[in-house]
């Protein structure tokens, strides 16, 4: 284990925003993470694992653990299912395609998702239809403060969209280190509503679709709208699609018929914020480096050497016309450094 002192964090983030830390440890083992936490347990401590959800704004004055423990362990199986754990510094694409190759399902629609494993319980990352949600068991987790291990079961992570406990109550106290998944083996359930996914599949030709066919389908949606993070850095959606009330809804559309939506419930509308976003005439805008994607409005993108400050001041811009044009607050999904 080797400390690295004023490491730049360029390679580190999928938004390349070139910001140096004071300190920096590639965590290979749970042992390593737990010795280093009891050495070093006076300093401020910042975790970084994919940094695929991340917008760095600042140089970080403090010790940066990058998570890149790595392992895949079937814990138990059935001819149905099978329980499965991936350590945290495993690539989450990497560990859906071990999974589709194995014909173990549920994952399939949460193909290409950039970032590691144990980040991913965080915000309960989501898909066309799925969300990390509804096939995870359990995490494992470190407590900064004491070392020591807790389990975190499906319940106690109070998930939901975009959300759970390790953004609320135990935010930056804990080290996720591992993530068990129940997956079927067979009488896979897929989840092929969403209407890209349909019109994908009919395009391919393919009517009774496999897990495979599946995520082959979503891989190819994804490519199609989204930018690959090695070509041009970029965090995925920048904002959260915020819900409003139906009659805050019905309003607007009063000025915008063609304004799409998804219901919630009886009270709530959640619509797209891309949407939103394209009205506002930002779409495929370019400030410097910083930018919003051509394909995809909800996606800000560093064209090469933005800084973090750049896009941050973007995403203020886009927020103050959202509210301007359509009274509605913009939440970012990415976690602001
Ligand atoms: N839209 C536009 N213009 C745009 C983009 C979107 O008008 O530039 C509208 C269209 O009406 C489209 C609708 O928005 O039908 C929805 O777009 P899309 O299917 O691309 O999904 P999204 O709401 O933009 C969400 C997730 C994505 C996830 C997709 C598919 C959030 C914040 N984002 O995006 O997640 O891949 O659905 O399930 O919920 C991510 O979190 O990083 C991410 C990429």
Known sequence: MKIEYNKSLKEYNTFGIDVIASEFVKITSETELKDILLRENKKPIFIISGGSNMLLTNNIDSLVLHIAIQGITIIEE?????????????????FVLYCINHNYGGLENLSLIP?????????NIGAYGVELKDTFVSCEAIDISSGEKHIFLNDDCRFSYRNSIFKNDVKG???????????????HVLNT????????????????????????????????????????????????NPVISGKHFSE?????????????????IKVPAGWLIEQSGFKGKRWG????????????????NAAGKEI??????????????????????????
Not at 115 to 123: E, H, L, N, R, W
Not at 173 to 187: D, M, P, Q
């Open 115 to 123: 970032g590691y494993v144990g980040s991913a319980p965080i915000q």
């Open 289 to 304: 480096d910083a930018g919003v994607h051509e394909k995809q409005a909800l996606v800000l993108v560093n064209y090469n």
């Open 193 to 240: 509503s969403y209407g890209a996914i349909e019109n994908a599949l009919k395009e391919n030709g393919i009517t009774s679709p496999t897990i495979k066919d599946v995520s082959e389908a979503v891989i190819q949606i994804r490519k199609s709208k989204l930018p690959d993070p090695a070509e041009i850095g970029n965090s995925g959606s920048f904002f959260k």
């Open 252 to 268: 607007l559309q009063k000025s915008f018929p063609n304004i799409p939506s998804y219901k919630i419930d009886n009270q709530n």
């Open 78 to 94: 059935s001819d149905d299912s099978i329980i499965i754990s991936a350590n945290a510094g495993e690539n989450w694409h990497d």
């Open 312 to 337: 941050l001041d973007l995403s203020k811009k886009i927020q103050a016309e959202i509210k301007n044009r359509f009274d509605i607050d913009l939440e970012t999904e990415v976690n602001i450094i």
């Open 173 to 187: 106290k804990f080290i996720i280190t591992k993530v068990t998944f129940k997956l079927s083996k067979r009488n």
